[in-house]
């Protein structure tokens, strides 16, 4: 049994964090052991409260930062949530300049810590915001002690003395290599300075999106983003590019078999991770890689708050009777036809105005990842995509945050069945339900398609049935266009 830690407040409670083995999505590098480090075990939920904390405690010392002054920095989210947490605390005042888009968790959490908000242009991103954040300082530099996490010190120095050690103390001579992504790029620098600093050669390999428009949020593309004056091109062994959809797949993957519910970012250094190791597995049948999962993936957490805005607004069509033009059923046909030549089910959502509740007028294809995640992992994928279907979570999620944004909804999930009638399966039920067998986890209704020989037979609608606990067949119309 492991003794509880007796601490005097919270922040003695940053660091520390475990380190865990990734035993399923490493498979292909059988003979090297990948380690994640769960930063978002910290107790502001992410990596960040490193160098948050390092930043406070050296303003403080230095007689820069007190009650008298408002900490405002430029933030994406995770350092916005650390510093709200220190600020309250510790007893002083926060700002915080991000974008305006955001994850609306993320806002929640600085707020109930008592933050401040200033919203940047969603345009711009990070960049954005440490252009708007400096203009507020020029023009009254006498009441903030500006955090600038980008080029102050003691962010990478958090992870020199601290990160840096903490995974030496657990691995020392065995770990081969070191990879995570580039933000402000804090994690990287200090960490390696220290790993650098070992007798034994540590490879350290830093993690960028592989465009400059991307989804990795937080990451950096360096070639196209105000460059972090922390930041040191020399001390990295190796740029690894990473794709927005390989970060997401691999978040997804590591969520279903490993158990650890993760960002995208953290994705993405898992799949870098997880390539140094084939890497190393190939060449040298050996070694040892370790990686940082840097927070738990939010933006799931923000949707389901989404969901329930829309819940309050009206959500009619979960019970059935939604109006689906000819044009947007043939484009469902279309796709059923077309992935039964692929030997896959068909997926996708229908969405509509939501001041029209009943009303769809757009159907959107989305991926199947059942066939690619079989063919990566058989055994911890063994069905194929044409015994069921698999969407990236995250990009569905996306979705219908979009779509509410615009005042519309998505209000019809639809998949296709291949020679086996339109029903809803255990199968599907437990995808709609994240696999539990409660509720669904969104507002919506459920349109069946049966595929039969290459040819459309049959379409039926399901929707979530509270009283009888299960998912029951509902009516639907089909309108001219």
Not at 313 to 331: N, Y
Not at 428 to 440: E, I, L, Q, R
Not at 451 to 461: A, F, S
Request: charged fraction near 25%.
């Amino acid at each position: 049994m492991r003794r509880a830690r007796l601490l005097s407040g919270v922040a003695d409670a940053v660091g520390g964090t475990p380190l865990i083995r990734l035993n399923h999505v490493a498979k292909s590098a059988p003979s090297v052991e990948v380690y994640v480090k769960l930063e978002y075990m910290n107790p502001g939920g992410s990596v960040k409260d490193r160098p948050a904390l390092q930043i406070v405690k050296d303003a403080i010392a230095a007689g820069r930062l007190g009650s008298d002054k408002i900490l405002i920095d430029a933030t994406s989210g995770n350092t916005g949530v650390a510093y709200s947490m220190v600020g309250a605390a510790l007893g002083f005042r926060v700002q915080l300049v991000m974008p305006s888009n955001v994850s609306k968790a993320r806002k929640d959490i600085t707020q109930a810590y008592g933050a401040e908000l200033i919203h940047s242009s969603p345009m711009e991103g990070s960049d954005g915001a440490i252009r708007l954040v400096r203009e507020i300082v020029a023009k009254d530099p006498e009441r903030y002690f500006y955090a600038d996490q980008y080029a102050n010190p003691s962010n990478p120095l958090a992870h020199y003395h601290c990160t840096g050690p903490e995974i030496l103390d657990a691995l020392g001579d065995r770990i081969s290599c070191f990879v995570t992504g580039l933000g402000t790029t804090g994690t990287m620098m200090g960490t390696t300075r220290r790993l650098h600093e070992h007798p034994r050669k540590i490879h350290c390999v830093a993690v960028e999106p592989a465009e400059a428009l991307h989804g990795l949020e937080g990451m950096k593309h360096m070639a196209s983003s105000l460059v972090p004056e922390i930041y040191d091109p020399s001390l990295p062994d190796e740029i690894l590019p990473v794709t927005t959809e390989d970060g997401w797949d691999m978040a997804d993957r590591v969520a279903e078999l490993e158990g650890l519910f993760v960002g995208h970012s953290s994705g993405a250094n898992i799949f870098g991770a997880v390539k140094l190791a084939e890497r190393l597995h190939a060449r040298q049948a050996g070694g040892c890689v370790v990686t940082i999962a840097c927070d738990p993936r939010r933006s799931l957490l923000c949707s389901a708050e989404v969901g329930k805005e829309i819940r309050l607004v009206s959500t009619p069509w979960i019970h059935g009777g939604v109006r689906i033009p000819k044009r947007v059923l043939a484009e469902v046909e279309r796709a059923g036809r077309a992935a039964y030549g692929r030997n896959e089910e068909a997926c996708g959502y229908l969405e509509g105005p939501l001041q029209d509740g009943l009303a769809v007028d757009r159907a959107v294809e989305l991926e199947n990842l059942a066939n690619k995640y079989h063919a990566v992992d058989p055994e911890g994928h063994p069905r194929t995509g044409r015994e069921y279907f698999k969407i990236n979570a995250l990009k569905f999620e996306k979705a219908i945050a979009q779509a509410h944004a615009q005042e519309r909804a998505v209000k019809v999930f639809f998949h296709s069945h291949l020679d086996c009638g339109a029903y809803f399966s255990a199968e599907d039920a437990a995808s709609m339900t994240m696999g539990g067998d409660g509720a669904p986890s969104h507002a919506l209704a459920y349109l069946v398609t049966a595929v039969d020989l290459g040819e459309v037979t049959g379409h039926r609608l399901f929707v979530w049935d509270e009283r009888k606990k299960s998912f029951v067949e509902a009516p639907f119309g089909v309108e001219e266009d």
